[in-house]
């Protein structure tokens, strides 16, 4: 019976299955036209979440000012990233018990509210309430493009390389970073043109990506879901027995830690009680967060039985330290233009572009190699002398340096850069290759080295920059009032006499290069951390969705 409904279903048009209801033995694969545009809709709201990160840093300084907050700006960018960190793993579990359709939905609806709400924002503390819920829905888009390139709606040729391949091809993925990294801060910071057009921006494009959701997405039941077990009943008591323990050790954990960094040499001193305090709270749960997740074993957050050897533990730190460069450059470069070079918030943005092409441009090649080759493991192994050498070379930097020469090595380290946040990625998929049960929290838990990284690059090169920006401010321009040189690099312009222009640019100068060079031992951590990777070669064969037809027969 079993071998003649497969045989039923073997036969039937491609079209046919497709349109069928999330039944049992039911396949929702998307193919054509369908598949490239939801693929370009839902890519474009990630490019959204990404751009969110990255627009703000030359955004930072106008919307202060406005504000009239300098002393909380960083809230700002870091509340969207914090909330992505902490509710990414979240959704990952979430993920094994709702239809991936429903729960895009809804985290496209949370990010555009959370847009709305910045837009709007009359203060500062509304507007960090926005990202807030900003980054909560951005968090869930990014994991569930994860999963839907990786198999729930394709069909998965070694877990990722059809998928991503189709990706990597579309024209989408290649001119939307850099159209919208030239034209938005261009939007943002023309004369006639208010802050809030960054947000109003999201709003339209992720409507497009809800209405491709909403008619192009079939719902269907999570990849190795128990289809005996999908009344509302059931989906509730799998709900409630989800880790919220687990997702409040997480948030309490990450949460104390960015604090103790934002305080520390910055608004507070090191030893203050506050950032010691935050310290030990952050170290106390994450112990606590560890036999907590040992306890619930396959239950939990993160499945104990993902860390089955050290490759996985490598693959987690390599995440990591990939995106914690990203940010860091992506932040403070637009700073060093702003203030040593004397640009414009938009030019800066503008001169931010050798090193998102670098990252973007090397992903997309070392993606399209991976897929054609199946070996990934050179890139992992090659990102790291590439963002070293970069990084090495911007510390080089000063007031004379050519600005060829300093989009050279913005190059460098942006393919540092590139080279390994996308193949770490297909590194923990090809490593749970045989087991798919666990490959999306799994690669959940790649993600979230990323973003946590993320959240560390900004929160480390923070205080980093104020100790240091305060060091040679006293050597340089120790009669430079220190509240109008922080508040903004372009207040070095406008509000200090000519006097102290060159001490407080000189002090800006080597404080940057400090923050750049960062990413020297950072590289050399990842370099070790890839030679602990497996170096499995991508196949071609077609992992198929089990249909579980027994069960019908039954």
Not at 65 to 83: C, P, Y
Not at 351 to 370: D, E, M
Request: aromatic content about 10%.
């Amino acid at each position: 019976m079993s071998s003649q409904i497969q045989q039923q279903l073997h036969n039937q048009p491609q079209n046919e299955r497709i349109n069928e209801p999330a039944t049992e033995g039911s396949s929702q694969i998307l193919t054509g036209r369908k598949l490239y545009l939801v693929f370009t809709a839902l890519l474009l709201s990630m490019l959204l979440t990404a751009l969110d990160q990255t627009i703000l840093s030359t955004a930072l300084p106008r919307i202060a000012s406005e504000f009239n907050a300098f002393s909380l700006q960083g809230w700002v960018s870091s509340s969207f990233i914090l909330a992505q960190t902490i509710f990414l793993l979240f959704y990952g579990q979430l993920l094994r018990i709702c239809s991936a359709k429903y729960i895009m939905l809804a985290s496209i609806t949370i990010f555009e509210i959370g847009s709305l709400v910045s837009a709007l924002a009359p203060n500062v503390h509304q507007l960090i309430v926005g990202r807030t819920v900003s980054g909560v829905g951005g968090a869930g888009i990014c994991e569930l493009i994860n999963r839907l390139w990786h198999g729930e709606y394709t069909d998965r040729r070694s877990q990722s390389p059809q998928s991503c391949r189709l990706y990597l091809k579309s024209p989408i993925s290649k001119t939307a970073p850099v159209f919208l990294a030239c034209s938005v801060p261009s939007l943002a910071f023309h004369p006639s043109w208010d802050p809030s057009w960054i947000f109003f921006l999201n709003l339209p494009i992720g409507g497009v990506s809800l209405v491709a959701v909403i008619f192009l997405l079939k719902a269907q039941p999570p990849l190795g879901a128990d289809l005996s077990r999908r009344t509302p009943r059931d989906i509730l008591s799998q709900f409630l027995r989800m880790d919220f323990v687990g997702a409040v050790l997480i948030a309490g954990a990450v949460t104390s830690l960015v604090l103790a960094l934002q305080w520390g040499g910055n608004t507070k001193a090191w030893g203050d009680s506050a950032v010691i305090i935050c310290f030990i709270v952050a170290f106390v749960l994450a112990i606590a967060l560890v036999f907590w997740e040992m306890h619930l074993k396959d239950r939990a957050l993160v499945p104990t039985s993902i860390f089955h050897s050290r490759s996985v533990y490598a693959i987690i730190l390599y995440a990591f330290l990939t995106r914690f460069t990203l940010l860091l450059f992506a932040y403070y470069i637009p700073i060093f233009y702003q203030a040593v070079r004397h640009r414009t918030a938009t030019n800066s943005a503008v001169h931010l572009l050798p090193f998102l092409f670098g990252a973007i441009l090397s992903a997309i090649a070392s993606g399209q190699i991976a897929s054609m080759t199946g070996y990934y493991f050179p890139f992992l192994v090659g990102a790291p002398f590439f963002l070293a050498i970069g990084s090495g070379l911007l510390y080089t930097l000063n007031t004379t340096t050519p600005v060829s020469r300093i989009i050279g090595f913005q190059i460098l380290a942006g393919i540092g850069t590139g080279l390994g946040m996308q193949n770490s990625l297909v590194a923990m998929q090809a490593e749970f290759k045989d087991t798919p049960r666990l490959l999306g929290q799994a690669t959940s838990m790649a993600a979230f080295g990323q973003f946590f990284g993320g959240t560390m690059g900004l929160g480390v090169a923070e205080p980093v920059f104020s100790s240091q920006l305060t060091k040679y401010l006293r050597k340089y321009a120790p009669e430079a009032p220190a509240s109008v040189v922080r508040e903004s690099p372009t207040n070095i312009y406008t509000e200090l006499p000519q006097e102290m222009i060159p001490g407080v640019v000189r002090s800006y100068t080597e404080a940057l290069r400090v923050v750049f060079v960062v990413g020297v031992p950072v590289a050399g951590l990842a370099l070790i951390a890839s030679l602990f990777i497996k170096n499995i070669r991508i196949t071609k064969e077609v992992v198929e969705r089990p249909l579980e037809l027994e069960k019908t027969e039954a």
